[in-house]
């Protein structure tokens, strides 16, 4: 899998953040589906658990950690 650009994940998501959500995996894949993200920010996604992601910057986190971004 090749890493996706943070920049990229960010600007896709950023908004539901920003509007005080914490969406989950399934939020963050239809979101990204729906848009036709890059197969990279997908399989980004995809690497998440089940649980809701509370701010950008933990999303950040959790991506790095996978070696996703």
Do not use: N, Y
Request: glycine content about 10%; cysteine-free; charged content about 30%.
């Amino acid at each position: 899998m090749a890493k996706a650009d943070w920049s990229a994940v960010e600007a896709l998501v950023k908004h539901l953040f920003d509007a005080g959500m914490s969406p989950d995996r399934g939020d963050l894949m239809d979101l990204a589906m729906g848009a036709g993200a890059d197969d990279d920010i997908v399989d980004a996604i995809d690497t998440l658990g089940p649980r809701p992601v509370g701010s950008l910057e933990s999303l950040k986190e959790q991506l790095e950690k996978a070696g996703a971004v």
